[in-house]
């Protein structure tokens, strides 16, 4: 008994374990979409390509990159040329995933086809790499090479999982929603929308927009899109690791940032005008 009320914890324990499995089921699908976003907004965007974190942990890098490999297959040294090229060209002829050159719906729901198309064009990866990018016996043996070995992995883990657990094809189902992440909310909804649909905070030469005022309190956005949602923010200052601006808006991954600067495992660059 503690102040008055008594705490039994074998209670807890049959409550959480009868929970439904759909809770579980989207538990899962949620929680791991959700660390796929801040490894790609923490870990490729505002460090690898941004250098708006000046450093990362050994280990945060490596977790970050395996999780990348296992969740999303997508390839450092791709994303990063294409990012860079997007900031380069923005809003013009050359932008790889342009609402304005593609027209919204193209972008929204086939921009990961635009970002393939240049993902495999020689010309952008010679152009738009960089010398920091990894290149370790990591990414020379398991991650290129197999690129696509780790969702397959995935795939195995969640049918097997789910088999024993529930029906076998709610792995597969699982596994649909994990792929498609990504390609929509950062290809579709943050290429698109972030160009086409929202507020700005600053008049910057091309048409980046913050998606939604507050859109943090009615649609939790920031669990699907990491603080990038605040797009106009970011095109402002590319190298500011906050992309929140104004106080009524929230960069759930500066959060995460702050946290981790806290125990020594990232090193942030310092913010000007945020
Ligand atoms: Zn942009
Ligand atoms: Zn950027």
């Known amino acids: 008994m503690l102040f008055g009320v008594s705490f039994d914890l074998s209670s807890w324990v049959s409550w959480i374990s009868d929970l439904p499995g759909w809770f579980w089921f989207w538990s899962y ?13 923490i870990y ?23 999780w ?10 791709q994303w990063v040329s294409v990012h860079r090229k997007h900031h380069h060209l923005v809003d013009k002829k050359g932008d790889p995933h342009s609402p304005f050159m593609e027209g ?8 990961v086809w635009y970002y393939r198309r240049e993902a495999h064009n020689p010309e952008t990866i010679k152009n738009y790499q960089l010398p920091t990018l990894p290149n370790d016996w990591m990414e020379k043996n398991i991650y290129v090479p197999f690129q696509y070995v780790g969702v397959l992995v995935l795939l195995a883990i969640n049918i097997s999982f789910c088999a024993w657990k529930f029906d076998w094809w ?15 909310f950062a290809a579709g909804v943050l290429n698109g929308l972030g160009h086409y649909f929202g507020y700005r905070n600053f008049e910057t030469k091309d048409a980046s927009r913050n998606i939604h005022i507050f859109s943090w309190v009615f649609t939790f956005l920031f669990i ?8 106009n923010n970011h095109h402002e200052e590319t ?29 942030l660059r310092p913010v000007r005008i945020m």
């Open 239 to 267: 190298n500011s690791p906050k992309f929140s601006a104004k106080w009524w808006e929230f960069d759930i991954s500066w959060l995460y940032l702050k946290l981790l600067e806290a125990f020594g495992l990232a090193k």
């Open 224 to 231: 699907f899109t990491g603080g990038e949602e605040h797009h």
């Open 170 to 184: 709610w792995g597969v189902v699982a596994w649909a929603l994990q792929m498609i992440w990504i390609p929509f």
């Open 29 to 41: 699908v949620i929680v791991t979409g959700h660390i796929t976003t801040e490894t790609v907004t």
């Open 44 to 66: 490729l965007h505002r460090y690898q390509t941004h250098r708006s974190v000046l450093y990362l942990a050994p280990l945060v890098e490596h977790l970050c990159r395996f």
């Open 104 to 111: 919204i719906f193209p972008i929204l729901f086939a921009g």
């Open 68 to 77: 990348g490999w296992f969740f999303t297959s997508i390839n450092t040294r």
